[in-house]
């Protein structure tokens, strides 16, 4: 099991841009690996709005450099995840909770990332990114090679956002 929080990211952004931005990310040129993103549910309320999607992303990359000889992880193709988000407009944060809903006997894979308002920009507009994520992989004496690998490829992700 792996637990990982990344440094505290930054967008040049003020909140309202991004959280307007967040509803309407996929599909886009620039995600070539989320194959389809379906809202199954949303609820709004005076403050909030939480929503429920299905999103079936491509297999980790990574993972498919691993021969196949030596793990089953390296069959996986699409993954499908549950994102739920929160917007609270009392508060100033999105919310956001993914996971994966398949392959649960292999490995899983919750991220959280919460964006709010930057309280160290006072000239310009800024948000906030906090993410976390917790990998747990069930594949015998590899798994730690694989959650090391899952997480490598998560940092890299965050790097390039």
Not at 8 to 18: A, C, I, K, N, R
Not at 48 to 74: A, E, F, H, Y
Not at 103 to 110: D, G, I, Q, S, V
Not at 134 to 159: D, H, P, Q, T, W
Request: proline content about 4%; hydrophobic content about 40%; charged content about 25%.
């Amino acid at each position: 099991m792996r637990l990982w929080s990344a440094p505290t990211g930054l967008f040049p952004y003020s909140f309202d841009e991004v959280v307007s931005v967040f509803w309407d990310r996929y599909p886009n040129s620039f995600a070539k690996h989320i194959v389809s993103e379906d809202v199954l549910e949303r609820t709004v309320t005076e403050n909030t709005i939480v929503t429920k999607k299905l999103i079936v992303k491509q297999g980790s990359s990574i993972l498919k450099r691993v021969p196949r000889w030596l793990s089953r992880m390296t069959e996986i193709r699409t993954v499908p995840v549950i994102e739920e988000s929160i917007y609270d407009r009392r508060t100033r944060t999105l919310t956001t909770y993914t996971r994966n809903v398949s392959h649960n006997e292999l490995f899983a894979m919750h991220e959280r990332c919460v964006y709010r308002p930057s309280l160290d920009s006072l000239s310009v507009p800024m948000t906030d990114l906090m993410r976390s994520v917790y990998i747990a992989i069930n594949c015998g004496r590899m798994s730690g090679v694989y959650e090391k690998l899952m997480l490598l490829g998560f940092k890299k992700s965050v790097s390039t956002v």
